[in-house]
Structures are given as structure tokens and as C-alpha cells.
């Protein structure tokens, strides 16, 4: 069963007189990819933006792991934004922008602090209810507010003490990593200075060699010869003279205290230390396909790389939640729709629930696990991307969502509809006999076919080619009808339409 993660409660958000979002209440599960779909200024990327700490909410509640987080800032939140202008810093480099959001901030003391506040938050929300209560005296609210203080110290308190706890086992866990690793390479440096002797033995042996062929050359032998009897002595010799082995011990063991002593105040501050950045920025720029790519300017990068650049930006420091604000529109359509299967893939691989934000119909139905169709700052339906589709609640998302024939009708029992002066088959039941109803057929879903053996039949008024089909608009009894088919027709055609029970849904009439 899949968890909660967020939650958000009877939201309700105006700015200035105009109401944005009205009694919205959503909850999103872990690892999920849900998509919010609507229209511009449906209130899309306010609820994002809230979700982010960028807005707060006029009343309603925004909890995550249980604890209500309508007061904690955009910073201290699990959660990272992928913008529409994807807001890279133009000065940094690639790594440098990747890497910025790990250099000032300690996810670990903030989930610290976050998870230590859960246990206090029902105690909290009551006291914060209780205040709302017009009729308590001072001294009763004076005492809910000391109590608030109370809880509000304790909190620190107890954070700072898991906070310690904390530093004390990172500090073990450095100190457990290093240790081996230089006990090793004090023992092989050991080794190397033994052979001091053995050293200076050979080094001297090599100025007599030296010696004695400058003197052989000086008698009139050639360097050549003067150096044959000695060659494969001077060789073996050479290996024993050279230090390099004990100089890259020694340097080995520098690099090894090196990071050891970074690793121990990254502990201590409960920060990432410079090494441990470099390898979390170049996981990340693999993710999105970027290696090689750290040292790249952003103004040398195309719209597709920047993109990938903000998305191992936010994912680097694996936030709980990654927002997505209209974050593909930038882009051209062919990449706009490599992308949409690479953002699918990599919040399938890092599995980070994405709440995405979109107005495009097509970007919902190909990347989602939920879609939440939003109209005027209120929710339509939420459903699967195939529940979506084929099973709309309403004329607003059966038009907004793919394209629509919505047709009036009359339910007349025994699953069958009548609409057009004609009686066909449905699978739906639920309306009562003689109820009025919505009739919804996608334009993909009616079966051309001869007059004789047509219920309805249409004029063509207009024909496009669309590419993968012909999209044809056809007038039925004064009724424009849009039918998308594989064959074409000419304006002026009469044209035969069935379509199968299966492809009818009925929807509830709302006036």
C-alpha cells in the first residue's frame, strides 16, 4: 500500500479580492508522479508554489510526514523547484550550479529537525485551535501561549541533543573509515624507510658505475660501449635507489589526512565536505546524461542541457519532493517529447515524487501516475491518465482533456442511450430511466461505414490531415461532429457513422 507523504487540507488562497484556490484538499503518495492540469490561471502553480514555501496559504493546512508545514520557510522543506525559466545562475558553471544548493545547506539537520517536531505537532495544532476560541480570558490564552513556548523549546532543546547524537556517530563513522586505510599506509611507508640502507648502497654502487664509464670514455670508448658491461646491473640498482614509491605513500597518506580532517568538520556542522559535493554533483549529471559536462559555461548550453542542468540541480541532495513548473515549455516540440520519457525514467530510477504542472493535455497523459484536472482554483477530477480519458466527470474535463463530441441525451434503461433520434447501446448504468444525460464519444472512437448500415449520418464540412490520420468535421442533424479516420473524404461526402457500446460514456447532467 502506497504512503502518504503530503496532504493538503481545505487549502484556500486570495490574492487581494480574487479568490485563486477555494476548499482544495489533495493527498499525494510517495514515489508518485502526479501532474496538476488546467487551464491558465487555474491555480496551478500557486498550489506549487505553497507545496514549496514560496506562498502560504490564507487557512487550510499543508502537512508532510504528519507535521503541518504552512509556517516552516521554502529552505528547511524536503522539497526542490524546477522552474519554467530554470533560474541557473549565469556566472557558475555547470558543477557550480549543481553543486550550490549542497554547499549551503544540510538536508540531514533539517529532516533532524523536522522529524523531532512531528512528535509535538498534535500537541501544537490543538494549542493553535484552542487559541481561535473567541471566548477564552487572557489568562487562558496567556497559558496556551506559555504552552506553545514550552513545546517551541523542547523542540530545540531535544534537537540539539539528536543533533549531538548525530555529530558523535558521523565522527565514528570517519574515524571507522580512516583509520584502516592509514594504519595501511603507515605500514607500507615503514617498509620503504627500511630499505634506507639498502638505498644509499645502491645509490653509491651507481656513482662508481658512473665513474668508471666516464673514465672508459675518456680512454676513446664510445658512450655506448663505455656503458654495455653495466646496463642490466645499473638497472636493477636504479629500482632500488628510487624513493618515488615512498614520495607517493607519502603523498597518498597527506591526500588520505586531507580529507579525512574535511570529512570530520563536514560531520561536525553536519554539512557535505568538498569531496563527498564532487561526488553527489557527478551522480547527479550522470542521472540527466550530462557527464563531461561539469566545467561547461550555462550560456554554451542549449535549452534541452540547461533544463537537464536545473533537474540535477534540484535532485542532487535527494529532496523528498521535486516541483515542476511548466518545466518543459520552453523547449521544441521533438525535445519537449524526449523529454517527457526522460523525466518518466529518471523519477522512476531516483524515485522522488514529482508533482508536476502543466496546461498541456498530451505532457499529463504521457508522464503521470495521477492526473488532477483543475478549473478556477478547484478540482475536477483526479483519476489514472486511462481514467482521465475515458471515463470524464464533466463536460469541462471531457473537453479539456483529449478532444470531445458531447452530445445531450436520454437514458432509457437496460444500458441503452438515445441521442440523435436514435437508440444505441452503452455500458452504463447508473442513471435512472428517462434521466437527461451527457453523451461523450472521442473523435477516434466512431466506425465509418455504408449509409444503409449507419445510424447517423453526416456532411463533411471540413477535412485536415493530421499526419497519423485525417481529423474530419461532419455536420449530423445541424451538430458539428469532429471523427478522427484513416481514410479520406471530401467536403460535400455524406459519410456513415456507428460506434460501439463500449466507446459511449454517459456523464451526469450539471446545470
Avoid at 519554467?84 to 540531514?108: C, D, M, T, W
Avoid at 672508459?216 to 632500488?240: D, F, H, I, N, R
Avoid at 456532411?459 to 449530423?476: N, P, W
Wanted: charged letters at 30%; glycine letters at 4%.
Amino acid at each position: 500500500m502506497a504512503n502518504k507523504l503530503i496532504e493538503l487540507k481545505n487549502i484556500h488562497k486570495s490574492f487581494g479580492d480574487n479568490v485563486v484556490i477555494e476548499d482544495f484538499s489533495l493527498y499525494v503518495n510517495e514515489n508518485e508522479f502526479i501532474t496538476l492540469v488546467g487551464p491558465s490561471g487555474c491555480g496551478k502553480t500557486t498550489i506549487l508554489r505553497m507545496i514549496g514555501g514560496f506562498e502560504t496559504p490564507d487557512y487550510g493546512q499543508i502537512i508532510l510526514d504528519g507535521v503541518t508545514i504552512n509556517n516552516i520557510p521554502a529552505y528547511q522543506r524536503p522539497v526542490n523547484t524546477v522552474f519554467q525559466k530554470y533560474a541557473l545562475f549565469p556566472h557558475l558553471n555547470v558543477f557550480e550550479n549543481v553543486a550550490f544548493g549542497l554547499k549551503n545547506f544540510s538536508r540531514i539537520l533539517s529532516d533532524l529537525k523536522n522529524s523531532v517536531a512531528s512528535k509535538y505537532e498534535e500537541e501544537r495544532t490543538k494549542c493553535l485551535l484552542e487559541l481561535q476560541n473567541s471566548s477564552l480570558s487572557k489568562e487562558e490564552k496567556s497559558n496556551i501561549k506559555q504552552k506553545l513556548k514550552e513545546i517551541k523549546h523542547q523542540i530545540h532543546y531535544e534537537t540539539n541533543e539528536e543533533k549531538n547524537k548525530l555529530i558523535e556517530k558521523k565522527l565514528a563513522e570517519v574515524e571507522l573509515k580512516y583509520t584502516p586505510i592509514l594504519e595501511e599506509l603507515d605500514r607500507q611507508i615503514d617498509i620503504e624507510w627500511e630499505k634506507d640502507e639498502e638505498v644509499k648502497a645502491a645509490k653509491e654502487r651507481i656513482k662508481e658505475i658512473e665513474a668508471l664509464i666516464e673514465e672508459a670514455v675518456t680512454k676513446g670508448l664510445s658512450q655506448s660501449k663505455a656503458s654495455k658491461p653495466y646496463e642490466v646491473e645499473l638497472k636493477k640498482l636504479s629500482k632500488v635507489a628510487d624513493w618515488a614509491e615512498l614520495e607517493r605513500l607519502e603523498k597518498l597518506k597527506k591526500q588520505m589526512l586531507k580529507d579525512k580532517n574535511s570529512e570530520i568538520k563536514s560531520a561536525k556542522s553536519l554539512m557535505l565536505s568538498k569531496k563527498q559535493i564532487e561526488e553527489k554533483v557527478l551522480e547527479a549529471l550522470k542521472l540527466v546524461k550530462l557527464e563531461g559536462y561539469e566545467n561547461r559555461k550555462i550560456d554554451q548550453m542549449s535549452g534541452g542541457q540547461q533544463q537537464r542542468v536545473a533537474i540535477a540541480r534540484a535532485i542532487v541532495n535527494r529532496p523528498r519532493i521535486l516541483l515542476l513548473d511548466e518545466s518543459l515549455s520552453a523547449l521544441d516540440l521533438k525535445l519537449r517529447q524526449e523529454m517527457q520519457y526522460e523525466l518518466k525514467e529518471l523519477q522512476r530510477s531516483v524515485g522522488i515524487t514529482f508533482i508536476f504542472v502543466t496546461h498541456d493535455q498530451e505532457e499529463a497523459l504521457t508522464m503521470s501516475d495521477t492526473i488532477v484536472v483543475m478549473d478556477k482554483g478547484v478540482i475536477q477530477q483526479i483519476g489514472t491518465p486511462m481514467d482521465i480519458y475515458n471515463e470524464p466527470k464533466n463536460r469541462f474535463v471531457a473537453n479539456f482533456i483529449g478532444e470531445s463530441n458531447i452530445i445531450r441525451g436520454e437514458y432509457v434503461g437496460n444500458k441503452q442511450v438515445k441521442f440523435m433520434d436514435q437508440v444505441f447501446e452503452c455500458v452504463d448504468e447508473n442513471f435512472e430511466i428517462g434521466e437527461v444525460c451527457d453523451v461523450v464519444i472521442r473523435p477516434e472512437d466512431f466506425d465509418r461505414c455504408e449509409l444503409e448500415k449507419a445510424k447517423l449520418i453526416g456532411t463533411v464540412t471540413d477535412i485536415v490531415f493530421k499526419g497519423v490520420h485525417f481529423e474530419i468535421c461532419a455536420d449530423v442533424c445541424g451538430m458539428e461532429f469532429v471523427i478522427h479516420d484513416y481514410e479520406i473524404a471530401k467536403v460535400g461526402d455524406k459519410i456513415g457513422l456507428n460506434v460501439d457500446p463500449y466507446e459511449i460514456h454517459l456523464m451526469k447532467v450539471n446545470e
